[in-house]
């Protein structure tokens, strides 16, 4: 299956100034694994040592958040839009 994989502005400059990637996958996961495979500076910065989302980084399927379907197993379809969402903190003290 062919998705986009939308790149946050803050991850922009490790996949060359894209702002959306096509890659093939049948899961969430494939389809991020074919990301960093174009783009491997991004593994790291969306996959901790254990090869699971990092706790910070939250990735949404068709505006659903991943972690609240199957997870990196989501089934995907063609044109389907992955969506890479860092966690922002921070507010009043």
Same mark, same amino acid.
């Given at each position: 299956?062919? @998705?986009? *994989?939308?790149?946050? $502005?803050?991850?922009?400059? #490790? /996949?060359?100034?894209?702002?959306? @990637?096509? *890659?093939?996958?049948? $899961?969430?996961?494939?389809? #991020? /694994?074919?990301?960093?495979v ?55 003290s």
């Open positions: 299956m062919s @998705v986009t *994989v939308r790149i946050p $502005t803050q991850l922009r400059s #490790l /996949a060359q100034g894209s702002s959306e @990637v096509s *890659v093939e996958g049948a $899961t969430v996961g494939e389809a #991020l /694994a074919k990301l960093g174009v783009h491997p500076e991004l593994t790291s910065r969306i996959f901790d040592d254990e090869g699971k989302l990092r706790r910070f980084v939250n990735v949404f399927l068709s505006d659903e958040d991943v972690r609240f379907l199957q997870g990196l197993d989501t089934p995907i379809s063609d044109d389907q839009v992955i969506s890479i969402v860092p966690a922002v903190a921070g507010g009043d």
